[in-house]
């Protein structure tokens, strides 16, 4: 089955910029969506199709994707986006919803 | 506004089942995939389940399949997972959520969750 490997953890000081990554076999020809889990609340979906903003999230937060691997790019980093964020993929081979193992973002 | 509420978590024995339940309003919930997905203590997301908005696909992770049952109630706005011979491993906090048009689709609402602890 399709995995999403993910680094277990990054950390920024505020105002920096912060990448998350998630490598997958051949993840640009997928669609990948992201999501933010703040602590104890209920995971918010922050970048879609790649590099798709739902409404209410800030232009700081991007999306990109090329070859094995897919970025999520968060500019000019709040204390309040302190979170853990997962990479997500539909995996046409199995037919299984798949999702990274998850990033959490520590902001100095 | 759309809300998702689950009820129906608890404790139950290896070996026992339990019933979940999520109330959807705020969206047209016919038009809607919709999924379960879930959390074990400390760790990352793990999908469970999805079914079409008519119910005539349906899908599941391996782990699960043969022992849970996702359905639906477009009449009353439901969405449910029936979980049988439930084991250690199936301890997560489970959220009910819409799945824009399934394949390629974004979970894109989810409710706050209910806990599952299987345990003795």
């Known amino acids: 089955s399709y995995v999403l490997i993910q680094p277990p953890s990054v950390s920024v000081a505020p105002g920096e910029t912060a990448r998350f990554t998630c490598g997958g076999n051949?993840?640009?020809?997928?669609?990948v969506h992201w999501y933010q889990q703040k602590p104890g609340q209920a995971p918010v979906l922050v970048i879609c199709y790649d590099n798709d903003r739902p409404s209410g999230i800030p232009e700081r937060f991007s999306g990109s994707s090329s070859g094995n691997t897919a970025t999520l790019t968060i500019s000019r980093v709040e204390a309040g986006d302190e979170a853990d964020y997962y990479c997500?993929?539909?995996?046409?081979?199995?037919?299984?919803?798949?999702f990274g193992g998850g990033t959490k973002l520590t902001v100095l | 506004e759309v809300q998702l509420v689950e009820s129906g978590g608890g404790l139950v024995q290896p070996g026992g089942s339990l019933r979940l339940s999520c109330a959807a309003s705020?969206?047209?919930?016919?038009?809607?995939?919709m999924s379960w997905v879930r959390q074990a203590p400390g760790k990352g997301l793990e999908w469970v389940a999805n079914i079409k908005r008519d119910g005539s696909e349906i899908y599941y992770v391996d782990s699960v399949k043969g022992r849970f049952t996702i359905s639906r109630d477009n009449a009353k706005h439901s969405l449910f997972l029936q979980m049988n011979s439930l084991r250690a491993e199936d301890t997560a906090v489970y959220y009910c959520?819409?799945?824009?048009?399934?394949?390629?689709?974004?979970?894109?609402?989810w409710g706050q969750g209910t806990l599952v602890t299987v345990s003795s």
């Open positions: 959520t819409t799945l824009e048009k399934g394949p390629f689709g974004k979970f894109d609402d």
């Open positions: 997500q993929v539909w995996d046409g081979g199995s037919d299984h919803w798949v």
């Open positions: 705020g969206f047209n919930f016919n038009n809607f995939w």
């Open positions: 051949n993840v640009a020809f997928q669609s």
